[in-house]
């Protein structure tokens, strides 16, 4: 018997991904529509402009050697710039200052997930608290549950979190003491994974009138997830909290150009409270001390010449037929019945709540017919915390994001034929019921 390895406390609270299961599946059975999987779109990545990029940067010497040395741990300063101008433009900012943004409040992380992990490796010891949304991001609690913290939950409606009941929550820990605990509240607030709802303007300006008005004794962060704020394909745009956040305070915005642009690329950005950078800095340095240099004068490349805002055009249009794919097959199959889903404007995600009684979950009957009918969908429990909020198990997020657009209606009569299979029929009301979760 070898001799057994002491594991630190932080990798035995690690545990896999539940998601791993289910990407595991589709691998090993090519035949399975995946609704699954988080993947954005194959056949529409940026090859082409990457590499016209790379054969550009690489063609001018001092260009390629700068680009292929180490660069710094907060990342390309032309790069951070535009990142800037970007956010201020998205927000309607005239000026950086107007937000007290400068571009020494940009770091550039690999991928969000990490700006994600640091931030919580930043604020986080073990037994304090943070707020989700629930559902939320299941990859996050991860993290959470990685950094010994306790996640209470605060439940969602079509506008978003629900700030009234986060606003009562808030009164109760202050009340048994607990909000000096509290550090952060997480919310994915547009074309949230996995709803695909956003957070309205007006609950934006509560949850940060909120933060202000609890942050007492120490200062309460909101961490504002927008990894799908640019994949908009109707509507109008909601300003970022951050943006809102006049004095650069209360918010961390997170950021990333693995759904707009290409994953593989890893690159993620973030807003940050000034006096938070340096000390999140020292904790990168640990990790990598600077993200991968080369893909960051790619990305400025990109936004320089325009090629990256071209793409995002494209892009904006494959998703929109994808969403009304989706959405259309699911009215077929399920329209007027006690099915009901989410109607997103952006993003990758439909969410799903089946009546009370039909189980979603790995072991449920329903996954067992799914699997035989060849889809699979991620059962809705694991975007749920086990709070006082419980875990709803007649849920489910829908990805067309990797399905071709051809296979969508047939990933959804193959979800209908699994739900036939477990209660013999699709009960229809009598009136039309396409209500949002
Ligand atoms: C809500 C959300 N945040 C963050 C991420 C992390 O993405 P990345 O690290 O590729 O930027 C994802 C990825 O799926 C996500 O869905």
């Known amino acids: 018997m070898p001799v ?53 940067i690489l063609s001018e010497p001092e260009r390629a050697y700068a680009a ?32 007290s943004l400068t571009p020494l409040d940009v770091v550039v992380t690999t991928g969000s997930q990490q700006l994600l992990y640091l931030v919580s490796e930043l604020l986080l010891d073990p037994g304090d608290l943070v707020i989700t949304e629930a559902p939320a991001y299941f990859v996050y609690q991860g993290t959470l549950d990685s950094m010994g913290a306790r996640t209470l939950s605060v439940p969602m409606d079509e506008n978003g979190m629900q700030t009234d009941l986060l606003e009562e929550l808030l009164d109760r820990l202050e009340h048994t003491g607990e909000i000096g605990k509290l550090r952060l509240i997480y919310v994915c607030d547009y074309f949230q994974n996995p709803t695909g709802l956003n957070l309205s303007l007006e609950r934006r300006q509560h949850l940060l009138e909120l933060v202000k008005r609890y942050s007492r004794d120490h200062r309460i962060l909101i961490l504002e997830d927008s990894a799908y704020r640019e994949l908009r394909y109707a509507g109008e745009d909601i300003p970022s909290i951050k943006s809102l956040d006049k004095t650069n305070e209360f918010v961390i915005l997170a950021m990333t150009f693995s759904k707009p642009c290409a994953p593989g690329l890893k ?17 990168k340095g640990n990790h990598d001390f600077g993200s991968n240099n080369l893909t960051q004068h790619l990305l400025d490349h990109l936004l320089e010449t325009g090629a ?93 994001g990797v399905v071709p657009l051809e296979q969508i209606g047939e990933a959804v009569r193959r979800l209908a034929k699994a739900v036939e299979a477990c209660t013999g029929r699709i009960a229809k009301a009598t009136s039309q019921s396409t209500a949002r979760c």
């Open 68 to 99: 292929l040395q180490y660069g710094t741990t907060k990342g390309y300063a032309p790069l951070r710039q535009k990142l800037l101008d970007r956010l201020c433009k998205l927000d309607g900012i005239a000026d950086p200052a107007d937000i």
């Open 267 to 283: 690159t993620g950005y973030g807003f940050l409270p000034h006096e938070l950078v340096g000390p999140l800095l020292r904790l």
């Open 308 to 400: 990256y805002d071209s793409h995002v055009e494209q892009l904006r249009k494959v998703y929109r037929k994808k969403l009304d794919a989706l959405l259309e097959a699911l009215e077929n199959e399920f329209g007027g019945s006690d099915i009901q889903w989410t109607h997103p404007d952006g993003g990758l995600y439909v969410w799903v709540t089946f009546p009370p009684g039909l189980e979603t979950g790995p072991d449920s009957p329903l996954m067992k017919a799914a699997l035989e009918e060849g889809v699979l969908y991620v059962p809705g429990q694991f975007c749920y915390v086990d709070d006082e909020n419980g875990v709803r198990t007649n849920e489910a997020r829908l990805s067309f």
């Open 4 to 56: 057994p390895v002491h594991y630190s406390e932080k990798a035995l609270r690690t545990h896999d991904q539940p998601i791993t299961y289910f990407m595991q599946q589709a691998i090993e059975n090519p035949d399975l529509i995946s609704l699954a999987a988080g993947l954005v779109d194959p056949w529409s990545l940026p090859a082409e402009e990457v590499r016209g990029a790379f054969a550009q």
